[in-house]
């Protein structure tokens, strides 16, 4: 499979990312996928689907840890990858 996620952090204040935010991007980065900070979410990508639910775990029990109230995932899976 060829797997990317998202996730979003809230509470989020565009401009001003909290600690929660901060650190659950740091986590993930940490983990070893290639981390893109946009906008309305965060894209993790990796070369294989273990670096990105790794990385997606980590994100998120970072973000609860630090004092996130909510968490949202948004899990693509690519479907040329399932033939």
């Not at 993790?44 to 670096?51: E, P, S, V, Y």
Request: no cysteine; hydrophobic share 50%.
């Amino acid at each position: 499979m060829a797997l990317t996620a998202e996730f979003t952090v809230e509470p989020f204040v565009p401009g001003a990312p909290g600690p929660h935010v901060l650190v659950a991007i740091e986590r993930a980065r940490d983990s070893g996928a290639h981390v893109e900070v946009g906008p309305f979410g965060t894209v993790l990508t990796a070369d294989d689907d273990a670096t990105v639910l790794t990385a997606l775990d980590a994100a998120v029990r970072a973000a609860v840890a630090a004092g996130a109230s909510v968490v949202n995932v948004h899990i693509v899976v690519d479907p040329g990858s399932l033939r």
